[in-house]
């Protein structure tokens, strides 16, 4: 019903920048919030950033004024704008999207395939 797809990963070196791409297809009623969470080497999936329907965001304190959480004019592409970046800020990053669709009563998640970052020293 729903396709989450992200874009813009890549390799970097420490201190350089990158701007991460999401966006949501489908059967699409409402978005929600559609947020960024990462996963490094042999680390649990962690949160990275979360912004609602209304423009509200948040962010973890790991990345909280080096990372800024954006969405586009139809509010179905989110954008992960990363500056500073570190060796520790590599990971798979994956796009989350709280969506509701045609025919259902609640809202639900979904998943995109993720991105890999890799920050070089």
Not at 75 to 94: C, F, G, W
């Amino acid at each position: 019903q729903v396709q989450v797809v992200e874009s813009g990963g890549g390799l970097v070196q420490a201190g350089g920048s990158l701007r991460l791409s999401c966006t949501a297809s489908g059967r699409i009623v409402n978005i929600n919030s559609m947020s960024w969470y990462r996963q490094g080497p042999g680390k649990q999936r962690e949160f990275v950033a979360r912004i609602t329907s209304g423009g509200s965001s948040n962010y973890a304190d790991s990345v909280k004024g080096r990372f800024t959480i954006s969405r586009d004019n139809a509010e179905n592409t989110v954008y992960l704008q990363m500056s500073s970046l570190k060796p520790d800020d590599t990971a798979v990053y994956y796009c989350n999207a709280f969506i509701l669709t045609t025919g259902r009563l609640t809202y639900n998640d979904y998943w995109g395939q993720g991105t890999q970052v890799t920050v070089s020293s």
